[in-house]
């Protein structure tokens, strides 16, 4: 029972939940990414290139014989999660670098003045008793 505890105080850690909705929220934007690059940007280098489907590209290794499929290496697969990889680095790239100046301002706003101790209270109220008497 002893081992169940610890592995529920380290799963409700803040930084361990943090990272979950990390990888979640990573997850479903490397999908967004790959949709876009697939749907909006590689259609239209492609018509610029000359009507290229990236998706398609391929190099045939051997023929297909009968049944056997035939053997490619599908470079446009590989083009296409390059240009994924290269968008998601730099929305990253701009995350990382947006906290960073978020928190560089946060270090540099002055610190709030601190409130006087009850020490000090105690002593500022004798001494305006004391002046009152003279």
Do not use: H
Request: proline residues 4%.
């Amino acid at each position: 029972m002893g081992m169940m505890k610890e592995f529920k105080a380290f799963a409700m850690r803040g930084n361990v939940m943090d990272m979950a909705v990390g990888i979640i929220i990573g997850a479903a934007f490397g999908k967004i990414v790959s949709s876009f690059v697939a749907d909006v940007i590689m259609p239209p280098l492609g018509v610029l290139i000359g009507g290229v489907d990236f998706s398609s590209l391929s190099v045939t290794l051997k023929e297909a014989v009968g049944e056997t499929a035939a053997v490619t290496m599908n470079y446009g697969s590989f083009v296409q999660t390059l240009v994924d990889f290269v968008i998601v680095a730099i929305a990253i790239f701009a995350v990382v670098k947006g906290m960073n100046s978020m928190q560089r301002r946060k270090a540099e706003a002055p610190p709030a003045p601190q409130a006087p101790s009850k020490e000090e209270l105690l002593l500022g109220e004798i001494r305006d008793i004391l002046k009152e008497r003279n």
